[in-house]
């Protein structure tokens, strides 16, 4: 279901007529499974397939811009994402997340570089994004 600020993205990307994607793509993920145990083997390290809609998907030149959107940033985001990104290494994936305060946008900012995402704050995907 679409939120208010994900409209808000999808009307900048309409006016600005740059073409895209809602939720047009699904990409299958594994994550581990906190405190399973494998029944065959007695593993601990046990994973789970998992599926991952990002919310737009930008077609450019150079290959597939995914964003996602967001309002918070949750540990369950954060887990997902990092999963989705070991599996799916090649994809370029990007953060984009509405204003909020200076602390906020500290934190997410700083877990987006520390895992290597680049992010935006605001409505507007930035043109240099897009190219």
């Not at 990409?27 to 789970?48: E, F, H, N, W």
Request: proline share 3%.
């Amino acid at each position: 279901m679409r939120s208010g600020y994900e409209y808000q993205i999808r009307d900048d990307l309409t006016a600005r007529d740059i073409a895209f994607g809602y939720e047009s793509e699904v990409l299958s993920y594994t994550s581990t499974v906190r405190g399973g145990v494998c029944r065959d083997c007695g593993s601990k390290k046990i994973g789970k397939s998992r599926k991952y809609t990002p919310d737009f998907v930008i077609p450019r030149t150079q290959g597939k811009l995914y964003v996602e959107a967001k309002g918070r940033l949750t540990s369950t985001d954060r887990s997902k994402m990092r999963d989705v990104k070991r599996e799916h290494p090649e994809l370029d994936i990007r953060f984009m997340f509405q204003n909020r305060s200076l602390k906020e946008q500290v934190a997410v900012a700083t877990w987006c570089t520390k895992f290597n995402f680049l992010y935006a704050f605001g409505t507007e995907i930035p043109d240099s994004w897009i190219c």
